[in-house]
């Protein structure tokens, strides 16, 4: 299942794309990158069955083993790509939030939209290695 992160505003070089290059690098999903501008710009369409998620602060908060249970369960029901989706400053339109199949909150703390990416794409490496049953992820 492709994981597609879609980020409104380019990241350009910064100690959080050096990150995102990192984890984007040790992912053995596949992944792609899109960036588009702050303002206009359309998300591309979905080539084949897709879920959407979007990074939105009124979202659920998931642990690490309950993204990657989610991805697994994607994966496993045929779903192609996963679209992980990055607002601009002013957040997402209740239409896409009512669009999406979920919204999804890194705590209730507001984040630099480039560390949100970053995390991001950490939190998909950490969920690929749980479902790999690599020992990256140590649960507490």
Known sequence: MLLHVIARGKIARSPEAELVARYEKRLTWPVKLTELPETGGRIPEPASPAKTVLLDERGKQMGSEEMAALLGRWRDDGMREARFILGAADGHSSQERSEA????????????H?????????Q??????????????RAG
Request: charged share 15%.
């Open 101 to 112: 199949d979920l919204l999804l909150a890194f705590g209730k703390a507001t984040w630099p």
């Open 124 to 137: 998909l490496y950490r969920a690929t290695t749980i479902l790999a049953g690599h020992p990256y992820h």
């Open 114 to 122: 480039l560390l949100a990416r970053a995390m991001l794409m950490e």
